[in-house]
Nanobody
């Protein structure tokens, strides 16, 4: 069982930056692919970014590519997403997710085993 706890959300003006963190419990974090998803009010949850277990491969949604950067520190059991040049349309609840024993970079919700509770990000214009 893996527990995921997100932090770092908040309110920021357009053009600003935030860094979200997701701390994972468990001894096998380094074997998990990790991802970030977001859900805006009235919308379906959507993929944001994902990173392979080793950190060597990443993938981004088109809407955030070039502005967001996902990374991980396996020694700290933590995955991050650095969000720059934020836009009002980035406003959403951001959740991290983990997929056990997966060598690729999963981008679909159904590919993930575990989910955090989410953290709110609000970008004002």
């Amino acid at each position: 069982q893996v527990q995921l706890v997100e932090s770092g959300g908040g309110s920021v003006q357009a053009g600003g930056s935030l860094r979200l963190s997701c701390a994972a419990s468990g001894r096998t974090f380094s074997s998990y692919a990790m991802g970030w998803f977001r859900q805006a009010p009235g919308k379906e949850r959507e993929f944001v970014a994902a990173i392979s277990w080793s950190g060597s491969n990443t993938y981004y949604a088109d809407s955030v590519r070039g502005r967001f950067t996902i990374s991980r520190d396996n020694a700290k059991n933590t995955v991050y997403v650095q969000m720059n040049s934020l836009k009002p349309e980035d406003t959403a609840v951001y959740s991290c997710a983990a997929r056990s024993e997966y060598r690729g970079v999963p981008t679909r919700e159904w590919q993930y085993n575990y989910w955090g509770q989410g953290t709110q990000v609000t970008v004002s214009s």
